[in-house]
């Protein structure tokens, strides 16, 4: 098996959380193949897929190699720290155990706390069970990043373990679901003047080819 065979991603252009994944699988320079799975066409939803994920979400990844399950891992951030340990160098975790414990949960304000709350199945129920129109669906978008950026960018501006990046100055999982939740606001034209310091680190992230490659616009099946 060559190495480019053993990483099947199974992913979307504009998903951000497979934003996330693209961006370590970079990082770290190991190859994948991706499996494009259409979520605006619904095939998340199917029987196939449903048999990698049950929750039909993506990212899925599927070890095929040697001393791989060949079981399907899921849950973005889960994936990201198989990643770290499986290909160590460059870390996304640092060697202290606060460090890492301040880093995990700035990734899990993003990625747990404040991106759940804007996916297209909460907007789905919210538009097919709560009445929500697309003026409803647009406020509630804008509260929910804003809380969740407002308040990642209090412990950023606020301590000072923050460097260029939002742990020192390499990138970890912090400033990759940090990234990831700036591309799905491009995506819905929503920006915040009251967060300069994530703004800071966002632009210090796309500097690098890691992060600029990953880009959903970049990705084949994006509008061109």
């Known amino acids: 098996m060559t190495e480019p065979d053993r990483f099947e991603l199974f992913s979307y252009w504009r998903s951000s959380a497979t934003y996330r994944v693209r961006v370590a699988f970079n990082l770290k320079g190991v190859p994948r193949r991706e499996t494009d799975v259409d979520i605006d066409a619904g095939e998340q939803h199917g029987e196939a897929f449903r048999r990698v994920n049950p929750l039909g979400g993506i990212p899925a990844l599927v070890d095929h190699g040697p001393g791989g399950s060949a079981l399907p891992m899921t849950q973005s951030l889960a994936i990201l720290e198989f990643l770290d340990e499986t290909y160590p160098r460059p870390p996304l975790l640092p060697a202290d155990a606060p460090g890492r414990a301040r880093v995990r949960g700035v990734a899990q304000m993003l990625a747990a706390d404040t991106h759940p709350l804007i996916t297209p199945r909460v907007?789905?129920?919210?538009?097919?069970?709560?009445?929500?129109?697309?003026?409803?669906?647009?406020t509630w978008q804008i509260q929910w990043f804003g809380a969740g950026l407002r308040a990642v960018?209090?412990?950023?501006?606020?301590?000072?373990?923050?460097?260029?990046?939002?742990?020192?100055?390499?990138?970890?999982?912090?400033?990759?679901?940090?990234?990831?939740?700036?591309?799905?606001?491009?995506?819905?034209?929503?920006?915040?003047?009251?967060?300069?310091?994530?703004?800071?680190?966002?632009?210090?992230?796309?500097?690098?080819?890691?992060?600029?490659?990953?880009?959903?616009?970049?990705?084949?099946?994006?509008?061109?």
């Not at 907007?123 to 409803?136: H, M, V």
């Not at 310091?197 to 210090?204: L, P, Q, S, V, Y």
């Open 123 to 138: 907007r789905k129920y919210l538009a097919t069970t709560a009445g929500f129109d697309a003026d409803a669906w647009r």
């Open 153 to 224: 960018e209090a412990r950023l501006a606020g301590e000072a373990a923050t460097g260029r990046f939002c742990h020192g100055d390499q990138p970890t999982l912090a400033d990759i679901c940090l990234a990831s939740l700036f591309t799905v606001m491009r995506v819905f034209k929503v920006d915040f003047d009251d967060i300069p310091t994530c703004k800071r680190i966002m632009a210090e992230c796309e500097k690098l080819e890691a992060f600029a490659a990953a880009d959903p616009m970049r990705q084949a099946g994006a509008p061109r």
